[in-house]
């Protein structure tokens, strides 16, 4: 398959272009012809054009969406294979510019290499490539881009309400050999009164499915700060400038804790024994597989129950606001989730989002295909699993994430600071789609 890995390497530098683009949400520029900001408009446009360039059919969703067509010839059923061009705030930690592409040492480097422009393009370049080597079509596909897959996932919801759902698709933002389910995915906001002294204002958190890489507080100058020596000596990187404390932690995606480290969680550790408040959230959340809630991860990973105290702010009039990330096996339960938080947070709660496990089978001839394909090209026989994540597998239902990234747990970079993909995992995953989805829109009989 060097043919095919050629025809990737052929059009990096159309990926760099996309990857190059800061397709952040912004709010500032959010309009009706841009919904989620310019810098998402213009990697939509960016996939637009090539498409029309390449002589595609470019379906359009109200400038949230695009679906990219080639119609079947005899088989009156569509795959759609579903993408998103926004990606996550940068956040600190960066060691280059994270909007200036560049492969070193066998990396691609950048914002959305791993989440997840790369495969997105990729998926296009599947399409194209089947179509230049006249591969038939018996089946309808799709190469769906959404632009706010990060935050709310409207634009997809958006595009199924619009364009029905297809018969089966998959999402190209996991990692192989595929997420055949998810845990639910919640969000709770916790609002309140700052009833304490300490704390004059707070910060902390970029996302709230981030895990926050830094946090400051502004306290009390009357404080004696020396009072803080020995639990600031426990934490991982601080600074302490008169009465203005910043912690620093690691970013990561939320679902997977172990990739990075809390900078709230640490903040409230050093203050818990002087603020009722940072003690409470402290007690709750120093734990993100759940100990706070009385569980533990005693089942492994797949069934483990984690949360993220993503965003904490304190304003200066004492208005408190939190958001808190929340993933849960189908083991457990939202709404008894949620009534032990409201009985051990002295803030006030609410269950603001509340997306519930999905599962799907392996007997299913889609899904087969693809292990199938999997297997053959790579001889890994690991079974799928069920994933942390929130992908667009959520809207779709019957929908599956497959791949990018290599099954190696410690390889995902995703949200993290340099972000990256290895040019291996980025080519072997090339390889992949394409024999994957040839099978999927050509073979009769899957």
């Known amino acids: 398959m060097g043919e095919v890995r050629d025809y990737f390497l052929a059009h990096l530098d159309e990926l760099k272009e996309l990857l190059a683009i800061n397709s952040i949400y912004d709010k500032d520029t959010a309009c009706e012809s841009m919904p989620y900001g310019l810098g998402v408009a213009k990697a939509l446009d960016y996939m637009r054009q090539m498409a029309l360039r390449d002589g595609f059919e470019v379906l359009e969703y109200d400038n949230q969406a695009i679906a990219i067509r080639r119609k079947g010839e005899s088989h009156n059923q569509r795959i759609d294979i579903a993408s998103h061009l926004d990606v996550v705030e940068v956040g600190d930690g960066w060691s280059r510019d994270p909007f200036e592409p560049e492969v070193i040492n066998g990396r691609l480097y950048g914002r959305g290499t791993s989440d997840m422009k790369t495969a997105a393009f990729q998926s296009y370049l599947v399409l194209k490539k089947l179509t230049e080597d006249q591969v038939p079509f018996v089946r309808e596909l799709r190469i769906v881009l959404g632009t706010d897959e990060e935050r709310t996932m409207n634009d997809m919801f958006h595009y199924v309400e619009k364009a029905g759902l297809p ?19 919640l969000m709770w906001h916790l609002r309140g009164r700052y009833q304490g002294t300490l704390i004059r204002r707070l910060d902390a958190g970029i996302q709230c499915n981030v895990i926050p890489p830094v946090a400051t507080v502004e306290l009390d100058p009357d404080f004696d700060t020396s009072l803080l020596k020995e639990s600031l000596s426990r934490i991982r990187k601080y600074e302490l400038k008169d009465h203005t404390l910043t912690v620093y932690g690691k970013q990561a995606h939320c679902s997977i804790p172990w990739a990075g480290h809390s900078a709230t969680t640490d903040l409230l550790y050093v203050l818990k024994d002087h603020d009722q408040l940072a003690a409470n959230l402290y007690e709750i959340f120093a734990s993100p597989y759940g100990e706070g809630f009385g569980y533990h991860l005693s089942h492994g990973l797949q069934k ?9 702010r304190i304003a200066e009039d004492g208005t408190i606001y939190s958001q808190v990330d929340g993933r849960y096996p189908y083991q457990l339960k939202s709404r008894e989730l949620t009534k032990i938080l409201k009985e051990k947070c002295i803030a006030d709660v609410s269950l603001d989002y509340d997306s519930p496990p999905t599962m799907n089978s392996t007997d299913d001839p889609y899904i087969r295909t693809l292990l199938k394909t999997y297997r053959k090209k790579t001889w890994d026989l690991m079974k799928p699993f069920v994933s942390g994540g929130v992908s667009y597998s959520k809207v ?16 995902t970079m995703a949200h993290q600071a340099d972000e990256y993909i290895t040019m291996k995992d980025a080519l072997k995953a090339f390889e992949i789609y394409y024999e994957a989805i040839r099978k999927l829109v050509s073979e009769e009989e899957l």
């Open 396 to 411: 779709f239902g019957h929908c599956v994430a497959f791949g990018p990234k290599a099954n190696n747990l410690q390889t």
């Open 304 to 312: 483990s129950f984690t949360t993220n105290l993503g965003i904490l």
């Open 167 to 185: 018969d089966f698709a998959f999402t190209p933002d996991g990692r192989f050999p595929m997420a055949i389910g998810e845990k639910g995915a």
